[in-house]
Protein backbone atom coordinates (compact mmCIF):
# COMPACT_ATOMS: atom_id res chain seq x y z
CA UNK A 1 0.00 0.00 0.00
CA UNK A 2 1.59 3.30 -0.76
CA UNK A 3 2.05 6.12 1.77
CA UNK A 4 -0.59 8.74 2.25
CA UNK A 5 -0.25 11.81 -0.10
CA UNK A 6 0.79 15.00 1.56
CA UNK A 7 0.48 18.36 -0.24
CA UNK A 8 2.79 21.37 0.58
CA UNK A 9 1.94 25.03 0.17
CA UNK A 10 3.02 28.44 0.19
CA UNK A 11 4.09 31.73 -1.25
CA UNK A 12 7.67 31.95 -2.30
CA UNK A 13 8.19 35.33 -3.46
CA UNK A 14 5.67 36.59 -6.06
CA UNK A 15 4.81 32.44 -7.18
CA UNK A 16 2.57 30.09 -5.39
CA UNK A 17 4.29 27.13 -5.11
CA UNK A 18 2.16 23.36 -4.52
CA UNK A 19 4.72 20.14 -3.84
CA UNK A 20 3.18 16.60 -4.33
CA UNK A 21 4.70 14.28 -1.95
CA UNK A 22 3.66 11.18 -3.07
CA UNK A 23 1.26 10.17 -6.09
CA UNK A 24 -1.18 12.77 -7.27
CA UNK A 25 -4.41 11.23 -7.65
CA UNK A 26 -8.08 11.83 -7.33
CA UNK A 27 -7.97 11.75 -3.60
CA UNK A 28 -6.04 14.83 -3.68
CA UNK A 29 -7.34 16.64 -6.40
CA UNK A 30 -10.20 18.48 -4.55
CA UNK A 31 -7.83 20.31 -2.16
CA UNK A 32 -5.86 21.17 -5.14
CA UNK A 33 -8.31 22.34 -7.10
CA UNK A 34 -9.36 24.68 -3.76
CA UNK A 35 -6.05 26.08 -3.51
CA UNK A 36 -5.45 26.75 -6.50
CA UNK A 37 -8.84 28.63 -6.89
CA UNK A 38 -8.51 30.47 -3.39
CA UNK A 39 -5.06 31.46 -4.48
CA UNK A 40 -6.28 32.97 -8.21
CA UNK A 41 -8.92 34.59 -6.85
CA UNK A 42 -6.61 36.40 -4.35
CA UNK A 43 -4.65 37.78 -7.23
CA UNK A 44 -1.87 35.29 -7.54
CA UNK A 45 -1.07 34.09 -11.80
CA UNK A 46 2.03 32.43 -10.92
CA UNK A 47 1.60 28.90 -9.95
CA UNK A 48 4.26 26.41 -9.38
CA UNK A 49 3.53 22.15 -9.48
CA UNK A 50 6.69 20.69 -8.04
CA UNK A 51 6.49 16.97 -8.92
CA UNK A 52 10.16 15.65 -7.79
CA UNK A 53 8.34 13.65 -4.80
CA UNK A 54 5.39 12.44 -7.08
CA UNK A 55 5.56 8.84 -8.26
CA UNK A 56 2.67 9.06 -10.71
CA UNK A 57 -0.39 10.88 -11.52
CA UNK A 58 -3.91 9.91 -11.89
CA UNK A 59 -6.10 11.38 -14.86
CA UNK A 60 -8.42 13.39 -12.43
CA UNK A 61 -5.39 14.85 -11.28
CA UNK A 62 -3.65 15.84 -14.49
CA UNK A 63 -7.46 16.92 -15.29
CA UNK A 64 -7.00 19.31 -12.02
CA UNK A 65 -3.96 20.43 -13.26
CA UNK A 66 -5.13 21.15 -16.82
CA UNK A 67 -8.40 23.45 -15.94
CA UNK A 68 -6.38 25.15 -13.52
CA UNK A 69 -4.26 26.03 -16.32
CA UNK A 70 -7.11 26.97 -18.85
CA UNK A 71 -8.87 29.03 -16.11
CA UNK A 72 -5.69 31.06 -15.47
CA UNK A 73 -5.24 32.03 -19.58
CA UNK A 74 -9.17 32.56 -19.88
CA UNK A 75 -8.66 35.02 -17.02
CA UNK A 76 -6.42 37.42 -18.48
CA UNK A 77 -3.19 35.18 -18.43
CA UNK A 78 -0.91 33.60 -16.04
CA UNK A 79 1.32 30.27 -15.67
CA UNK A 80 1.40 26.66 -14.22
CA UNK A 81 4.75 25.84 -13.82
CA UNK A 82 5.24 22.04 -13.74
CA UNK A 83 8.93 21.40 -12.39
CA UNK A 84 10.79 18.48 -11.21
CA UNK A 85 8.34 15.70 -13.26
CA UNK A 86 9.88 12.21 -13.56
CA UNK A 87 10.03 10.62 -17.19
CA UNK A 88 7.09 8.70 -15.96
CA UNK A 89 5.31 12.37 -15.94
CA UNK A 90 7.05 14.03 -17.98
CA UNK A 91 5.17 11.35 -21.06
CA UNK A 92 1.98 11.35 -19.15
CA UNK A 93 1.99 15.74 -19.61
CA UNK A 94 3.25 15.15 -23.04
CA UNK A 95 1.08 11.85 -24.66
CA UNK A 96 -2.43 13.92 -23.45
CA UNK A 97 -1.02 17.03 -25.27
CA UNK A 98 -0.74 19.03 -22.08
CA UNK A 99 2.47 20.49 -22.82
CA UNK A 100 0.78 22.93 -25.04
CA UNK A 101 -1.14 24.01 -22.01
CA UNK A 102 1.19 23.61 -18.57
CA UNK A 103 4.67 25.40 -18.79
CA UNK A 104 6.60 21.95 -18.84
CA UNK A 105 9.87 22.45 -17.40
CA UNK A 106 11.67 19.12 -18.69
CA UNK A 107 15.36 21.13 -18.16
CA UNK A 108 14.72 22.12 -15.13
CA UNK A 109 15.63 25.92 -15.31
CA UNK A 110 12.42 27.52 -14.09
CA UNK A 111 12.05 29.30 -10.99
CA UNK A 112 16.11 28.79 -9.90
CA UNK A 113 15.94 31.72 -6.90
CA UNK A 114 12.43 30.26 -5.71
CA UNK A 115 13.78 26.22 -5.65
CA UNK A 116 15.98 27.32 -3.10
CA UNK A 117 13.64 28.76 -0.99
CA UNK A 118 10.67 26.06 -1.46
CA UNK A 119 12.09 23.36 1.15
CA UNK A 120 11.81 25.84 4.25
CA UNK A 121 8.52 27.46 3.23
CA UNK A 122 6.01 25.35 2.49
CA UNK A 123 3.31 24.35 5.12
CA UNK A 124 0.65 21.38 4.57
CA UNK A 125 -2.30 22.21 2.46
CA UNK A 126 -6.25 22.30 3.72
CA UNK A 127 -7.36 19.22 5.09
CA UNK A 128 -8.28 15.98 3.00
CA UNK A 129 -11.54 14.24 2.41
CA UNK A 130 -13.59 17.11 3.52
CA UNK A 131 -15.25 16.73 0.73
CA UNK A 132 -18.20 14.73 0.11
CA UNK A 133 -18.67 12.00 -2.48
CA UNK A 134 -21.13 14.00 -4.59
CA UNK A 135 -18.57 16.65 -4.83
CA UNK A 136 -15.22 14.31 -5.45
CA UNK A 137 -17.49 12.72 -8.27
CA UNK A 138 -18.35 15.73 -10.03
CA UNK A 139 -14.86 17.22 -9.32
CA UNK A 140 -13.50 14.09 -11.19
CA UNK A 141 -15.91 14.27 -13.93
CA UNK A 142 -14.80 17.71 -14.81
CA UNK A 143 -11.39 17.05 -14.86
CA UNK A 144 -12.06 14.26 -17.07
CA UNK A 145 -13.83 16.60 -19.59
CA UNK A 146 -11.32 19.22 -19.45
CA UNK A 147 -8.56 16.55 -21.01
CA UNK A 148 -10.99 15.22 -23.40
CA UNK A 149 -11.34 18.95 -24.52
CA UNK A 150 -7.50 19.12 -25.12
CA UNK A 151 -7.23 16.42 -27.93
CA UNK A 152 -9.40 14.01 -30.20
CA UNK A 153 -7.35 11.66 -28.75
CA UNK A 154 -8.14 11.89 -25.05
CA UNK A 155 -12.10 12.12 -26.03
CA UNK A 156 -11.56 8.27 -27.09
CA UNK A 157 -9.23 7.86 -23.96
CA UNK A 158 -11.82 9.21 -20.88
CA UNK A 159 -15.09 8.71 -23.16
CA UNK A 160 -16.05 5.60 -20.55
CA UNK A 161 -15.10 7.07 -17.56
CA UNK A 162 -16.84 10.31 -18.35
CA UNK A 163 -20.15 8.35 -19.31
CA UNK A 164 -19.87 6.54 -16.02
CA UNK A 165 -19.95 9.17 -13.95
CA UNK A 166 -22.18 11.00 -16.05
CA UNK A 167 -24.50 8.30 -14.97
CA UNK A 168 -23.91 7.96 -11.62
CA UNK A 169 -24.26 11.47 -10.90
CA UNK A 170 -27.52 11.78 -12.93
CA UNK A 171 -28.81 9.42 -10.30
CA UNK A 172 -28.90 5.98 -12.34
CA UNK A 173 -25.90 4.56 -10.64
CA UNK A 174 -25.32 3.27 -7.10
CA UNK A 175 -23.14 7.11 -6.22
CA UNK A 176 -26.28 8.89 -6.32
CA UNK A 177 -27.85 7.21 -4.19
CA UNK A 178 -25.93 6.71 -1.71
CA UNK A 179 -26.61 8.76 1.87
Request: glycine share 10%; with cysteine; proline share 4%.
Amino acid sequence: MPAPTTILVGHIGKVFWLRVEGRGTFQDSVQVKRAFQTIITEGTRDLVVDLERCPMMDSTFLGTLTGTALNLLESGGGTLSVLNANPRNQQLLTDLGLDHILDLDIAGTAWPAERLEACAQLSTCGEKGAEGKMEQAEHVLTAHRTLADVSHENRGRFRDVIHFLERELSGSGPLAASP
